[in-house]
DNA sequence: CTTACAATAT
DNA sequence: CATATTGTAA
């Protein structure tokens, strides 16, 4: 990427090298030349796409930008978001000069610019740039405006995003490398898995994935998120059945596992690319029964949970001073085979028989299965990232497919939250009815158009989704003791990512008629990564191009 | 403003 | 390599 402080350095620039570059992005306001003017010296002289951008949103200029034939109008606070989708131009424009390649690799291609054989994908960037209306920007666009914003995009690391598809991998392999070096997996002893895990590193982890661009410290940071997140599982398993109660939560963690690599299987391989958006679409099928709200599912889940043991949560929050790490031990039990998708089917099963007692309190022994379900869900969240980001188009996709294939939600959106929800829910025993009634509001548009919500996706749904949650729970259990109160903070923390369990044991509960309040949340949930796909940008791009 | 994630430092 | 800290984004 190239940038320049005057339009005319630009232009100088595409014209020695042509077919060196691929975007044009320009402010309007630069020193020397009007944007507008540089726009039309491209237009005329090369074909190349050509990007505006400026503070001023006035209708009139974004107007004139693309009568004067502009592709895209972009409003100075630029966000990576808008970014991201840039590339569209690029993409369609070469489309049609069959030069398609790696425009796959793009997540990052895009971007970081991979100089293959093609000299490399430069966008020059022309602009004064005001920073000064951007809140955050940050510093390096105040040194050196044009360059800084470029530059500073560019130069930012990608982050990983660790999608579905990657979390999935990622268990694989360290359930592969547990089982490898402990070779006997049989029992459920707990031992034996911590053992395992000890052994596990990121190293091996890192080989076993075998995704090239992922780096050790990729591995090593979601590792240790991995495991904050099984050992919190544990503590939850261990306050259940602090003594007897083993065999259970081992099994339940084994399925866990497995569970995901089931999604895995489902998952789409468009991923490999970056995707990670859609894929899993597996655990949603799981859980609704024909809804498309995965998500409600998982604060259903929440609801549940909390009338699966209330007292007990009084007691979390002294939980065991146990070990800490143990949690891992049963996580180790990796010995089960990861792939199996059959986890998944036993979770139906589940489904299906705590529907019956859906009335209110399924309970116990379940939960041992769904802190690990949660478990699986937790590569979820990350999705939305940079790097997978810009291929996109599945999505799309997936409300379209919507009847088939409802499933795709994202599971992330839970995840964030469950922390959150876990202060709040403190305090939610005396808000829970007039939550509730908030929530009940919202609902009635989920309900109706439930596919076309999800599409329409609710940004800003996290507090929503909290408030949602807690509404459910007290909907459910109005007379939600302390004690209840209290679980479900505890749960929520466990949540962490679960998302099937969750959905499972949310149906169960919502069975009941409760369905119909709670729907609206669910749908919520789904919101997907839509946000990639700006209704409009998402116009913008062909599908067309996707499809090739 | 808070939470959660991933990166980076230790 | 594990854990703690930091920086961001939602």
Redo the contacts with the bound molecule.
Sequence with gaps: MTTCGLARDALNLLRERKGGYDIVISDVYMPDMDGFKLLELVGLEMDLPVIMMSVDGETSRVMKGVQHGACDYLLKPI???ELRNIWQHVFRKKIHEVRDIEILEGNESFQMTRNGSDQYEDGHVLCGEDLTSIN?R?HFESKHDEKDTGDSIST????????VD??QKFVKAVNQIGFDTTSLPSFDGAMTGSVC??????????DMMNVPWL???????????????LSRLQKENDFKNPAGGIKQSDSPLRDSAGSFGSQNSINLQHNDVSNGSYIFSGSSLVVHNGDPRSHDSDRKRLVSTPVEEPKRTLTVNVPNPRI??SSQMEFGQPLAPPQSEVDFGALDSTFPTKYPWCGIQLKKEHNPLHLNDEFSH??L??????TQADYPQPAPAISSAPSSTPSHNEY??N??????????VDSSPIQTKTDVANHQAVEPNSKSTPSLENQGFN?NS?TEFESSRKNINLGMLPFTTLEEDLQVCWV??D???NLGLQNIEVLEYFDPGLITDVPVNLNDGLRFDY?FYDPTEYSLIDQSLFIA
Excluded: F
Aim: proline residues 7%; hydrophobic residues 35%; charged residues 25%.
């Design positions: 966000r990576m978001k955050k940050k930012k690391k990608a982050r990983v995003v660790w999608s990657l979390h895990l000890a052994e596990v590193g990121p190293k091996k982890i890192l780096t050790r410290e990729n591995v090593a940071s979601h590792l240790q998120k991995y495991r904050l997140y800490p790490r937790l590569p969240p990350g999705q939305k990232q940079l992330r959106s995840v964030n939250h469950a922390r959150s929800t876990a202060i709040a940004m996290i929520p923390g949540c962490y990512m946000e």
